[in-house]
């Protein structure tokens, strides 16, 4: 029968179920760590909290008395090896009670993330503001696990009458908006702290997850805590300033067995519309597209689908591995407009810093005799349909004008990252009488330029 507790810490409403604990037993408490002894007179009033009788929880922290439980009533100067074999037993006792409570904690989930909350439908994530679906039956918490692949959230361990096999999660939330180029190395540093032998270059396949373009990277290697060749696969994907990963193994030869219980549970996850904490709202669900080359150096995303990729980049820039070209939508309609721009992404070798070398190559390949003006404040005319688009300090925004040529003056907007010993910028133009439609819309796809290994 049950024996319903509350924590003595008048500021705790913790309450747990005393007739799993033997009686002087020290606890602490899992929600606020107060530490008591369970005196063995505690009622028995199954099903509600009991009124503690006088003294019948004593504060070890607070109290100056201790339990006497050493008898020194014998004979001066005898040696009491029951005594020192009594203290042993004792001591030995607690530590057991101990471990066994944080074991029965873990288990009845007692110590839960403290920005989770625990429903009957699965568990919520508000500071990440994601929730996940209760795993099925048998599907047992893995702490174990959890800190060896170094996940935030949660690991989870199958029956291995089923096949064993884990899922975990892991999320992340930035200052400013996330990007994709966080979510490959993420993944390599954790698999390497769990699997030996994993692939040394680990490639993303483009996939939807959670509403959002995500990356698929498959792995196999040995676990190093079962040594067993495992399979596995993450799943990732970044919305608005959050990041989050959901992993996914088993043996090889109980993988496709356990296969559909880890997409059932990937299906499962929501990211929350608003959380709680930071109020977060994700953006709308997109099916854009995104551009990389055989590279794999970069990847750039198109959200509006507006970009289409030309054949020969080399015509515009000699150093270009990538040309697209932009073609505006009518608001009203959504049929093409006369709106044209234009966006190319060149390699170069480094060569000191990286705005002033990009925006002095930029120069040679738009027109050059420019009057160049860089643009601060913030952008006009329309915003895309995501929103608007912030002033960020990875891209640069140029104005170029020509006194004796004025149709041929230009709005740039361009990027650059730093990836394998190469610099690749990502430079988009437009006319300047078209940038009312097209400013934001060009810094919004440079801004999508990220590192692809």
Not at 411 to 433: E, M, S
Request: net charge neutral; with cysteine.
């Amino acid at each position: 029968m049950a024996t319903i507790l509350k924590c003595p810490n008048p500021g705790c409403p913790f309450q747990f179920d005393a007739s799993r604990v033997p009686p002087g037993a020290v606890i602490a408490c899992p929600q606020c760590r107060f530490t008591f002894t369970l005196n063995p007179t505690v009622a028995t009033t199954p099903g509600a909290p009991p009124a503690a009788p006088p003294n019948s929880l004593e504060s070890a922290d607070s109290s100056p008395r201790r339990r006497k439980v050493i008898d020194r009533s014998g004979p001066k100067g005898a040696t009491s090896y029951t005594s020192i074999l009594l203290a042993l037993m004792v001591v030995g006792t607690v530590a057991l009670v101990g471990g066994a409570v944080a074991g029965a904690g873990y288990l009845l989930g007692w110590f839960q993330p403290a920005n989770s909350t625990v429903a009957a439908g699965g568990l919520t994530f508000d500071e990440y503001g994601i929730g996940f679906p209760k795993p099925p039956d048998g599907w047992n918490r893995d702490e174990t696990a959890r800190a060896a692949l170094g996940v935030n959230l949660f690991a989870y361990r199958t029956p291995a009458a089923d096949g064993d096999g884990w899922v975990a999660a892991d999320a992340r939330r930035f200052t400013s908006a996330a990007r994709a180029s966080e979510l490959r190395p993420a993944v390599n540093e954790k698999l390497r702290k769990q699997f030996d032998e994993l692939d040394e270059d680990l490639t993303g396949e483009e996939v939807q997850f959670l509403g959002q373009p995500g990356e698929r990277f498959q792995f196999r290697g040995i676990h190093k805590d079962t040594k067993a060749q495992c399979k596995g696969e993450v799943f990732a994907c970044v919305a608005k300033t959050y990041a989050y990963w959901v992993y996914a193994w088993a043996p090889e030869a109980e993988y496709d067995k356990l296969a559909p219980a880890f997409e059932a549970f990937r299906n499962g996850i929501k990211v929350q519309g608003t959380a709680s904490k930071g109020g977060f709202t994700p953006p709308p669900p997109t099916d854009g597209r995104m551009f990389r080359t055989k590279s794999g150096l970069f990847t750039l995303t198109d959200a509006e689908k507006l970009w289409t990729q030309k054949q020969d980049p080399t015509s515009q820039d000699k150093d270009a591995e990538l040309w697209l070209r932009g073609t505006g939508k009518s608001a009203s309609t959504g049929q093409p407009t006369t709106d044209k721009a234009e966006l190319v992404v060149a390699v170069l070798p480094p060569d000191g810093e990286a705005k002033t070398q990009a925006q002095a190559h930029i120069l040679k390949q738009v027109i050059e005799g420019a009057t160049v003006q860089e643009l601060q404040g913030d952008p006009t005319g329309d915003a895309p349909p995501g929103g608007e688009v912030k002033v960020s300090d990875s891209v640069t925004r140029l104005k170029l004008t020509y006194p004796d040529g004025p149709t041929a003056n230009k709005l740039v907007a361009f990027r650059t990252v730093d990836v394998g010993g190469k610099r690749v910028v990502a430079y988009a133009h437009c006319p300047l009488k078209q940038a009312n439609y097209w400013e934001q819309r060009l810094m919004h796809i440079v801004g999508t330029l990220t590192a692809g290994r």
